[in-house]
């Protein structure tokens, strides 16, 4: 024998679907927003303690100033895709710089 359809129950889990999928989406999103890869997240957050470290009266440097100082860091750690981790600790810099030097 066939089961009721119930178009209550039906058109509540519809309603909650997009709401689970939101969130997994959104979670996905905020997990890779400071890199893909173990070494990337690092590098970032290498970059973003060293940002964070600038002098007060410091000013942004620029992306050859930054890029130097990624390969610098990059050096000691000595793992990963060279391209990649540099634009992480790239990314990471300009956000501890601006975490700490309000403009």
Same mark, same amino acid.
């Given at each position: !024998?066939?089961?009721?359809? $119930?178009?209550?129950?039906?058109?509540?889990?519809? +309603?909650v679907?997009?709401f689970? !999928?939101?969130?997994?989406t959104?979670? @996905?999103?905020?997990?890779?927003?400071?890199?893909r890869? +173990? #070494? #990337?997240?690092?590098?970032?957050?290498?970059? #973003?303690?060293?940002?964070? =470290?600038a002098? =007060?009266?410091?000013? &942004?440097?620029? +992306? +050859?100033? &930054?890029?130097m100082?990624?390969? $610098? @860091?990059?050096?000691?750690?000595g793992?990963? /895709?060279?391209? /990649?981790?540099? &634009?992480?600790?790239?990314?990471? @810099?300009?956000?501890?710089?601006?975490k700490?030097?309000?403009?």
């Amino acid at each position: !024998m066939a089961r009721q359809f $119930k178009p209550v129950r039906f058109f509540v889990m519809m +309603a909650v679907t997009p709401f689970l !999928m939101c969130g997994v989406t959104a979670f @996905y999103t905020q997990r890779t927003a400071h890199g893909r890869t +173990a #070494e #990337e997240r690092a590098a970032y957050a290498i970059g #973003e303690k060293a940002g964070e =470290r600038a002098p =007060r009266d410091a000013k &942004l440097p620029t +992306a +050859a100033e &930054l890029n130097m100082m990624a390969q $610098k @860091y990059f050096k000691q750690q000595g793992t990963g /895709n060279e391209q /990649n981790w540099d &634009l992480a600790f790239e990314n990471g @810099y300009e956000a501890g710089f601006k975490k700490t030097h309000p403009q």
